[in-house]
């Protein structure tokens, strides 16, 4: 399974069984029934707490687990609990008294329902049915004594893959938001141009103004973090340049990352005559001679 169909069939899986609820056992009862590990490990996950959490997951993993950002361990426990805020877990017995979870959040309560525990040796499997009939099945395997999370359906669940793939993520949805931003400056000088018969001499002069005071000076047409020329994480550059035809005035914009692999990878370029171009430059700044950008699909 590649990088990008990584995540979507995790959340998948993980949506499917972590609305499971609260426990009534403690940690130590994960040394002897997968069944209580799997509840606690989920109890856990419903009460957003990331540091219980991660004591029923694998060695490598949680240690993977607790180096993320918090943003994101909270994100990766949704995906179990499937409450966007801490909720409360309850805990009931079914037929059989098997345990059934619920986690109780102000939006909704999600119920899971354990079956009976397959075990084999060090690794121990355990179907997970949802009150609307699906059904999911967790792995378990025992390591250093205990009951720890390994599998969700045919996924291996893998913290350190899943972080790469969280920050490659990122970096992409930065580079967009960077891109959707130069577009947007360059139709806040057009409008500039328009308004006032002239370019402005720097990004400051579209900041914002006090009220009923808008002016050549102070136009209003961008935020003053951009007017100051830097947003999310990207550098902006404006200049005044020739245009395509004899005698024009025209500008020129670049986008470039502050902490190159980390606000983002790519540089952007909008050249005299409008058109974008992109490139990875290792935080340099990007030129007309790199590749084309295509424009945004009209809606």
């Known amino acids: 399974m590649n990088c990008r169909s990584y995540l ?13 609820p609260p ?14 590990a799997l509840v606690a490990a989920l109890s856990a996950a419903c009460r957003a707490n990331a540091a219980e959490f991660s004591n029923y997951l694998t060695a490598d993993n949680a240690a993977a687990f607790r180096k993320l950002p918090q943003e994101q361990q909270a994100a990766f426990l949704k995906r179990f609990s499937f409450a966007d805020k801490p909720a409360k877990p309850l805990l009931s017995s079914g037929p059989q ?3 059934i979870l619920r986690c109780v959040a102000e939006e909704g309560t999600a119920e899971f329902r354990l079956g009976s525990p397959r075990v084999h040796e ?22 250093n004594g205990g009951w720890h999370l390994l599998s969700l359906g045919l996924l291996l669940i893998d913290i350190p893959e899943l972080s790469r793939q ?7 949805a ?13 139709a806040a000088i057009e409008t500039y141009r328009r308004a006032y018969s002239a370019l402005p001499d720097s990004l400051a002069q579209l900041g914002p103004a006090p009220k009923g005071q808008i002016s050549p000076d102070l136009a209003s047409l961008v935020d003053a973090q951009l007017a100051s020329g830097s947003k999310g994480g990207y550098q902006f550059r404006y200049r005044i340049a020739s245009g395509p035809k004899s005698g024009d005035t025209s500008f020129e914009l670049s986008a470039t990352p502050e902490d190159y692999g980390k606000s983002g990878r790519r540089s952007f370029f909008l050249d005299a005559s409008g058109k974008l171009h992109s490139a990875d430059k290792h935080g340099a700044m990007a030129t007309q001679e790199d590749p084309f950008v295509p424009p945004p699909p009209a809606l």
């Open 23 to 36: 426990s009534a056992f403690s940690q130590g009862d994960s040394g002897t029934s997968p069944s209580a």
């Open 174 to 186: 930065r580079e967009e938001t960077a891109l959707a931003t130069l577009r947007s400056l360059a």
């Open 122 to 143: 060090n690794l121990a499997f355990i179907p997970v049915s949802v009150v609307d009939g699906q059904q999911a099945q967790f792995g378990l395997v025992r390591e």
């Open 97 to 99: 008294n098997l345990p």
């Open 166 to 172: 969280w920050t490659d993520d990122a970096l992409v």
């Open 8 to 20: 979507p069939a995790m959340a998948t899986a993980l949506l499917l069984a972590l609305l499971l």
